[in-house]
């Protein structure tokens, strides 16, 4: 694809839309019941996954959280079988066995999303260390959000990434709540950085309504794991517009004000990295990836669900 080796603002846009979209007809289609899982949506959030994705080869493996449609589809996954997948028909990535919260496919480096907050961090800590065993050129990438620091499962692993100077690079989406509950009622000490530089790990952070210079420095993280320096983490700053599950606006709770939402949503970061591309060009990245996510829609509604007899295998490896 052109875009692909020339213009990275296009990238950027095309996976942020294809995220943003994909997500907006998950809302429209929950009620029907044919999705059959809970969702966790990533709308706001989108520049994250986008930008650190853009930088990683098909064989760069991906750690995440039930947040993980963005993670999946800027990693370059398959939306037929993505949708396929939530709706839990056999045509999916993981025959319909995943849903939404355990996306997963290894064809695309997708390893694992985990529902339990932070586990996802040892396993992808473990891949690298595997990585580095082999002498793999490729790198593992961990997104969580700033509920997981919380964790011990984060430091331990912040630890061990570091002692072993693993090809790892720790993405915190800090979107600023774990559910209802905000940072500063959670957090001692001086902050993320510090928590990861108290383990040695260079530790930055960036704000997402800066998408391109948030694209510029992950990449410039990325490469630095890819040649050999160890583990990096980001603090790549955003924010949920949706409820934390479900795919309805929460504003009923009061946990956040209605003036902050609405300027998170007034300062769009979709739009931001639309208008520094051509009209027509826009225009035409639009219209493709429509096509994609009706034509996965379609192939999701025409596939059948598993047979009842299906339901042991993949448990366990053979
Ligand atoms: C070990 C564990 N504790 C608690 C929960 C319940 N829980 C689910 S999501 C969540 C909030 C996590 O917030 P954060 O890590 O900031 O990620 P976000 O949902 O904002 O993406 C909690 C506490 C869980 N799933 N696992």
């Known amino acids: 694809m052109e875009e692909r080796t020339n213009n990275p603002a296009a990238r950027l846009y095309r996976s ?3 995220i943003r979209r994909v997500e907006e007809e998950i809302i429209r289609l929950y009620p029907t019941d044919k999705i059959k899982s809970p969702v966790h949506l990533s709308i706001g959030q989108e520049a ?13 493996i991906l750690f995440g959280t039930y947040r993980g449609h963005a993670l999946y589809l800027a990693k370059g996954g398959d939306v037929p079988r993505m949708m396929a997948e ?7 990535c993981a025959r319909g066995k995943a849903g939404s919260m355990h996306l997963v496919d290894p064809s695309v480096g997708m390893m694992g999303t985990s529902a339990v907050v932070a586990t996802g961090i040892s396993n992808a800590v473990g ?21 997981s620091t919380d964790e011990g499962a984060w430091h331990e692993s912040m630890n061990f990434a570091s002692l072993k100077k693993l090809p ?34 260079p530790a930055e952070h960036i704000e997402d309504h800066v998408p391109m210079e948030l694209h510029e420095r992950a990449g410039a993280a990325v490469a630095a794991v890819r040649r050999g320096e ?21 504003r009923v709770h009061k946990y956040r004000p209605d003036a902050e939402l609405d300027a998170k949503i007034e300062g769009d970061n979709l739009k931001i990295v639309g208008k520094l591309l051509p009209d027509a060009l826009r225009k035409s990245i639009e219209a493709t990836e429509e096509k994609r996510i009706a034509d996965a829609i379609a192939f999701a509604e025409a ?5 009842d ?4 295998d993949h448990v366990f490896a053979n």
């Open 303 to 307: 596939s059948t669900f598993p047979e």
């Open 48 to 60: 994250v996954s986008a930008a650190v994705c853009d930088h990683l080869e098909k064989t760069d």
């Open 86 to 92: 939530l709706y839990g028909k056999v045509d999916g």
């Open 16 to 18: 942020m839309y294809l």
């Open 127 to 147: 891949a690298a260390l595997a990585l580095k065993m082999q002498k793999s050129k490729s790198i593992v990438v961990c997104f969580f959000g700033e509920g």
């Open 168 to 201: 790892i690079l720790f993405v915190c989406e800090n979107n600023f709540f774990a559910i209802y509950s905000h940072v500063k009622d959670r957090l001692a000490g001086p902050g993320l950085l510090a928590r990861s530089e108290a383990y040695g790990i």
């Open 230 to 250: 160890g583990p990096r983490f980001l603090e790549c700053m955003t924010y949920r517009w949706r409820d934390h599950v479900g795919p309805t606006e929460d």
């Open 309 to 312: 007899r299906e339901i042991y």
